[in-house]
């Protein structure tokens, strides 16, 4: 079936279905090259086999995080209404034509499979966590928000609680999706000169993240350049300290699909465990003991916003 030049819209792999779309968007030769690299990979990687139809969509209008300029590579519509969102992986179209600096063929970039063995694992995550939806919705309204401090006292304490929240889920939402992409992609290494390294990197985020919350809750309220640069450190910095925590269950003992099926809480206090048994200092904790530490952080925020 052809519906448009040189490439087909669906593909059957073995039993299972790909689906291309927006594919004429692309000069042939990249669309071609993307297409023999994704059928490539949905015929041999492992996780693709978990889904009976996936959709590969390059898609014109990325979402733009605060603080950064471009789009992500690609992502997942979980709070779309679409249902074909729930079996999509959208690609930045700058990511696959080689237009955007992140483009998957430039040095240093993400080769498409490990971006999608990202995607796949939110997908999965999805199906099988209900708080996922919930948290997204979170995320889109606060990304509404025009800024921090125009909502009141109330509203920043509120406005800080749910940043929070979001920053501990997306510590085992991106820990997972990278542990993974990574593992299918062979850049971890089950020793200990991997492991520290990760862990050296997850404890050096963790200072920066301190070092932020603490310029924010001194900073006044009128002024939200620091709040800035905490939401961005917040966002960035929970990949690699979800990475080590991650890695460090794994490597203790946890099974991979038991954290998907974990709550984030669950997950960190499990991996506060985990710590006691390597003797190190947890890097992120629920309770007070890690280097950035949860109970400490809405202490902090209860007292800023409560004795004012
Ligand atoms: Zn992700």
């Not at 969509?57 to 590579?73: H, K, N, Q, R, T």
């Not at 696959?96 to 240093?108: L, R, S, V």
């Not at 999965?124 to 309204?141: P, T």
Request: net charge positive; aromatic share 10%; proline share 4%.
């Amino acid at each position: 079936m052809k519906l448009f030049g040189k490439i087909d819209k669906i593909y059957s792999v073995g039993l299972r279905f790909v689906v291309l779309d927006g594919f004429d968007r692309l000069p042939d030769k990249r669309a071609i090259l993307a297409r023999d690299i994704i059928i490539d990979y949905c015929a041999n990687a492992t996780l693709p086999k978990k889904f009976f139809r996936l959709r590969f969509f390059v898609d014109p209008g990325g979402p733009i995080a605060i603080g950064s300029e471009l789009p992500p590579c690609a992502w997942v519509g979980i709070n779309s209404v679409y249902s074909e969102d729930k079996w999509t992986v959208h690609f930045d179209t700058g990511y696959i034509d080689g237009t955007n600096e992140n483009a998957h063929d430039k040095p240093g970039s993400l080769p498409i499979p490990q971006v999608i063995d990202h995607e796949l694992t939110h997908l999965l995550h999805e199906r099988k966590s209900k708080k996922l939806k919930n948290m997204n919705k979170k995320l889109d309204r606060l990304e509404k928000h025009p800024s921090t401090y125009a909502i009141g006292k109330r509203g920043a304490l509120s406005y800080w609680r749910n940043r929070l929240a979001i920053f501990i889920y997306n510590i085992q939402l991106e820990g997972l999706a990278d542990y993974i992409s990574n593992l299918n992609a062979d850049k971890l290494i089950f020793d200990y000169s991997c492991w520290k390294e990760i862990h050296r990197r997850a404890e050096s985020a963790s200072k920066s993240v301190n070092k932020a919350w603490q310029y924010m809750l001194r900073t006044a309220e009128d002024d939200s350049s620091e709040a800035r640069e905490l939401e961005d450190i917040l966002k960035h910095d929970a990949y690699i300290i979800g990475l080590h925590v991650v890695f460090t269950l794994v490597l203790t003992g946890t099974d991979e699909e038991d954290i998907l099926n974990w709550s984030d809480l669950k997950m960190i206090k499990t991996y506060e465990k985990a710590c006691d048994k390597m003797k190190i200092i947890p890097v992120i904790s629920i309770s007070s003991r890690g280097i950035v530490s949860y109970k400490n952080m809405v202490a902090d925020l209860k007292k800023k916003y409560n004795s004012q």
